[in-house]
């Protein structure tokens, strides 16, 4: 009986624990991939967005940085734009803040909890349990990542359909020529760093697991 009931304890602690690492990382995956305003640069020159706006490829770069200021901090009110916005353009970057604005919060609150987690594990030698479910995990992501690829065009659509409940996010490019400078490519390749970065979570777990196992032989 007691044998049962610690089992079923150790699991779902274990699961608590993969849930907070789980949101941790995610969190700060989003937080990561926002703020890598190089990424953006790459598609500006690769593909001259500028010229699709009317801008220099760096004038288009600052008011990309404006805008990830203004969508990161929450003390920026107002977008600092060269561009026309119509309201409803500026409507959806309001809830898009909102977002970002709420993932920092998971991310400061998810980021402490799971240092603690990994502290507790670390100084338990208990990192080897989260081998197998990090395992799962990434089996599971690696088939979303290939599902991703091959249906970004519908996924996108789904993900704005689930996040927003107006359709503001559907821009003109007549109001709101940043739409033009802002492509799909661009757009898939944030979704794939943000898997990037829990791949190389998940595989940083597994490797740690793998030589606490190592040294405990």
């Not at 995610?26 to 020159?45: E, K």
């Not at 992501?141 to 689930?162: K, M, N, Q, S």
């Not at 940043?178 to 190389?200: D, H, R």
């Not at 490797?207 to 405990?216: D, V």
Request: glycine letters at 6%.
């Amino acid at each position: 009986m007691n044998g049962k009931y610690l089992m079923k304890k150790n699991n779902l602690i274990l699961l608590r624990d993969m849930i907070v690492i789980g949101i941790a990382v995610i969190s700060l995956s989003i937080f990561i991939t926002v703020n890598f305003t190089g990424l953006y640069h790459f598609f500006v020159v690769r593909d001259h967005l500028g010229r699709l706006v009317g801008l220099s490829n760096h004038e288009l770069m600052i008011n990309y940085r404006h805008l990830i200021s203004y969508l990161q901090c929450g003390w920026i009110h107002h977008w600092q734009t060269s561009l026309p916005s119509s309201s409803k353009g500026l409507i959806h970057f309001a809830n898009v803040k909102q977002l970002i604005e709420f993932n920092n919060v998971v991310l400061i609150i998810f980021g402490i909890l799971a240092e603690i987690v990994i502290r507790n594990r670390v100084r338990e030698h208990q990192m080897w349990q989260l081998i197998l479910p990090v395992k799962m995990g990434l089996t599971l992501l690696g088939t979303f990542v290939f599902i991703l690829v091959i249906a970004f065009d519908r996924i996108f659509i789904l993900f704005h359909e689930a996040l927003f409940r107006n359709r503001d996010w559907i821009f003109n490019p007549q109001t709101d020529p940043i739409i033009k400078a802002l492509p799909e490519s661009f757009f898939e390749a944030c979704f794939l760093l943000v898997f990037l970065i829990w791949i190389l979570a998940g595989l940083g777990l597994i490797w740690y697991g793998k030589h606490e196992l190592k040294k405990a032989r």
